[in-house]
């Protein structure tokens, strides 16, 4: 098993996601459909299958800086994901938030390729 080639690996999964991020407006949706962000009004809509209506409506924090790790940490600890999550609205939920997190609350986005294992 080599570590380093699976974490690039990873990354590159990654960038296939974000890549894959459509854009309605303010609307933000993963590549499978199943989690869209409001940029505008900082909301999280998840979705149990891509034609349904969302079951979850999930407030994100509107300001970066101290409190913004609670209240995401709140925000992804919501009851109704528990237990509710596939390997789709992971991927979804990881893409979408990413794209919320560079948009809204980083003055600078950070460039994921940049992160490195540390020994």
């Known amino acids: 098993m080599n570590v380093e080639f699976d974490f690039e690996h990873a990354k590159e999964q990654f960038a296939n996601h974000l890549r894959s991020l459509t ?20 909301k ?12 979850c409506y999930i407030n994100l ?7 913004c790790d609670v209240a995401m940490s709140k925000a992804l ?3 109704k994901l528990k237990g509710n999550l596939s390997l789709d609205t992971m991927d979804d939920l ?5 794209a919320y997190v560079s948009i809204c609350l ?9 992160i490195k294992l540390s020994a």
Do not use: C
């Open 77 to 79: 600890m919501h009851p």
């Open 23 to 42: 854009f309605a407006g303010m609307i933000v949706t993963g590549r499978n459909g199943l989690v869209s962000v409001d940029l505008a009004r900082a």
């Open 61 to 67: 924090p509107t300001k970066s800086g101290q409190g």
């Open 106 to 114: 980083n003055e600078h986005p950070i460039d994921f390729r940049q």
């Open 44 to 55: 999280m809509m998840v979705r149990k299958g891509t034609n349904q209506k969302p079951f």
């Open 94 to 98: 990881t893409a979408t938030l990413w």
